[in-house]
């Protein structure tokens, strides 16, 4: 028999008023959480907001992920020392405290999903890779099991191969733009839908076609599959795919 899908459809950061986003959406990845943590009582008062049932997904702070280097970390509201020891998931004090501040909030929020995504200049070095496993085997002996951890990474080099290797190693969810390459491994999907390809290059200002919304819900062949829009005109695209698919 075919199995039963549940669609979690939302946006990338709310394009609209909340109380508009929160009447069309049951979920949200929030991205200003990258960038910036917020304060706990800002994160309190975003969970008073909405209805008991409502999702946050969190993209995980910065200091994890990217390099001091990163033009994000012009976006940087606090001054963080020691920057050279940032980013990469390198096994440093500042980056397990990075993580300690991102699940903070997480638990306010009651999100048992984080985003992982990495700049386009991490690749898949030996050192890279072993930071990366270390960063996963530590939080996952120190945080709670029920948390699922989604990893996007970037770039030609990250082949199908490394990628379900280390996801199925760490048991993460591999996060992908369906439109641009396939998932390999994950429990459920995760996909961030960015815009249009050129190359390696990302052009956010595209409005998505039936067709390519089709090839989407094609893409949905997991029990639980979560599309999260993130282009200039994720939040009419993001209704047409509720539309499509009939929730």
């Known amino acids: 028999m075919p199995i039963k899908k549940i ?41 008073r907001e909405v209805d008991k049932d409502f999702e946050f997904i969190v993209k995980a702070f910065q200091v994890i992920t990217h390099p001091p280097t990163s033009l994000t970390y012009k976006r940087l509201k606090e001054k963080i020392k020691n920057k050279e020891n940032c980013g990469f998931f390198k096994p440093t004090d500042e980056v397990f405290e990075a993580f300690e501040r991102t699940y903070q909030i997480c ?17 898949p070095t030996k050192e890279n890779l072993n930071n990366l496993k270390k960063f996963f085997e530590t939080i996952k002996k120190n945080y709670p099991k029920d948390l699922n951890y989604i990893l996007e990474v970037r770039g030609k080099e990250w082949e199908d191969k490394i990628i379900k290797e280390i996801c199925e190693e760490l048991n993460l969810i591999h996060c992908v733009d369906p439109l641009n390459r396939k998932p390999v491994f994950g429990k459920f999907n995760y996909f961030r839908l960015h815009g249009e390809y050129k190359e390696e290059k990302i052009i956010y200002y595209h409005n998505y076609t039936l067709e390519e919304l089709k090839e989407v819900k094609n893409s949905c062949d ?26």
Not at 36 to 47: G, I, M, Y
Not at 228 to 238: H, P, R, T
Request: aromatic share 16%; proline share 4%; charged share 25%.
């Open 107 to 123: 638990k306010i929020l009651n999100c048992s999903k984080i985003l992982f995504q990495t700049p386009i200049s991490f690749k």
């Open 7 to 47: 669609y979690k459809i939302g946006c990338c950061g709310y394009p609209v008023a909340k109380k508009k986003y929160y009447e069309n959406f049951t979920c949200i990845e929030l991205n200003n959480t990258f960038y910036q943590l917020p304060k706990l009582e800002t994160a309190e008062k975003w969970r």
């Open 222 to 247: 997991k029990e639980l599959n979560y599309v999260m829009f993130n282009n200039s005109n994720m939040f009419l695209d993001a209704i047409k795919f509720k539309d499509l698919v009939g929730v």
